[in-house]
């Protein structure tokens, strides 16, 4: 079945505040599918926000990046599944074992309350990261593109649904994940402005046209939208801009 532009489109909830993601929710909620839930505005409301979205008829993307032992990424994510959330995240850097037995307690819990399996994505590279980050602070040898994508296939072998990347890596990963029989599997970008926006803190960054020509399944979009003057008006530009890739 033929995605709608508003499937593309996931708007990040990067606020601490309460009150303002409330105003955000209420005003797009009839206009996109996804919101994004970080740990920011978590670790301010807690579960009750994720509940606020859902009880609108609304998905959420709970980006808490874990990374920790196996068996408390576990337990974690057993946790965060009774939320009734859609997408959850771990860093692939965690390892093999930690997304498998990731993805076994998510599967688990689904089975006990009775939900609908959320899709575990991994974390690649940081879209706040460069080439430079990787190499003089985390003293990586590789070149990005070829760590991000030992990291997506580990996350394949180990159960991952999709992959968090910068867009610019987005078509290798798709090329990658259809070689291992992966057609399905999700692509989500951070990093994405359109044209007439500011790119912020991001470093590797794409418009959501060619994010999405790059097969990309999801993009997020926080501040163009969220600091607009009028988010409706700004979501419906960048919903014009994912037409334009999909026609």
């Known amino acids: 079945m033929k995605k709608s532009p508003k499937d593309y489109l996931i708007v990040a909830l990067d606020t601490s505040s309460e ?13 996109v599918d996804y919101f994004k839930i970080g740990l920011e ?30 068996n408390t990424v576990s337990k974690a994510i057993s946790s965060i599944v009774r939320q009734r959330v859609d997408m959850v ?20 819990a689904a089975n006990k309350y009775n939900l609908n399996p ?25 070149k990005i593109e070829d760590y991000v994508l030992h990291l997506t296939i580990l996350g394949i072998k180990n159960g991952l649904d ?21 057609k399905d599997f999700l692509i989500v970008t951070p990093g994405v402005r359109p ?12 418009t959501p046209k060619d994010a999405i020509l790059n097969g990309v399944s999801h993009i997020v979009v926080g501040r163009p939208i969220t600091a ?13 801009e994912i037409i334009e890739a999909i026609l």
């Open 19 to 31: 009150s303002e993601a409330l105003k955000i929710i209420e005003s797009l909620s009839g206009h």
């Open 41 to 70: 505005l978590f670790c301010s409301s807690g579960p009750k926000i994720i509940n606020e979205v859902k009880n609108r008829g609304n998905k959420v993307f709970f980006d808490g990046k874990f990374l920790d032992i196996p």
């Open 89 to 108: 995240n771990v860093h692939i850097t965690g390892g093999g074992e930690m997304i498998s037995k990731a993805k076994n307690s998510l599967v688990e």
């Open 118 to 142: 959320p899709a575990l994505l991994g974390v690649t590279i940081l879209t706040s990261m460069n080439q430079e980050t990787i190499s003089t602070d985390l003293k990586i040898k590789d």
């Open 162 to 182: 999709g992959v968090v990347c910068s867009p610019n890596e987005a078509k290798m990963i798709r090329e990658a994940a259809n070689k291992e029989g992966k």
């Open 195 to 206: 044209v007439w926006a500011k790119t912020n803190d991001q470093q590797r960054i794409s």
């Open 228 to 240: 607009s003057k009028d988010p409706i008006d700004a979501t419906k530009k960048i919903l014009d």
